[in-house]
């Protein structure tokens, strides 16, 4: 059984947050896309993630994005 990393925790973490927030303000673009971010910055913070790690999760984070 393998253990999840700090990183793959909070990815799956960011992934749930941005459908929850999606799924309650669908239309509202902006708001997505400050949840995303502020998630992001707070996951960072909280599991002291390395730099590369934080790199990766913005990279992720732009995909989770709503499209325009």
Partial sequence: MNK??????????LKFSADYVKEHYPTDKPVI??????????LCKELR??????R????????????D
């Fill in 4 to 13: 999840q990393t700090e990183y793959q925790r909070a990815k799956q973490t």
């Fill in 49 to 54: 993630l390395s730099e590369y790690h934080r």
């Fill in 33 to 42: 896309r400050m949840q995303i971010n502020d998630t992001v910055d707070w």
């Fill in 56 to 67: 990766l999760l913005a990279n992720y984070a732009c995909k989770l994005h709503p499209k």
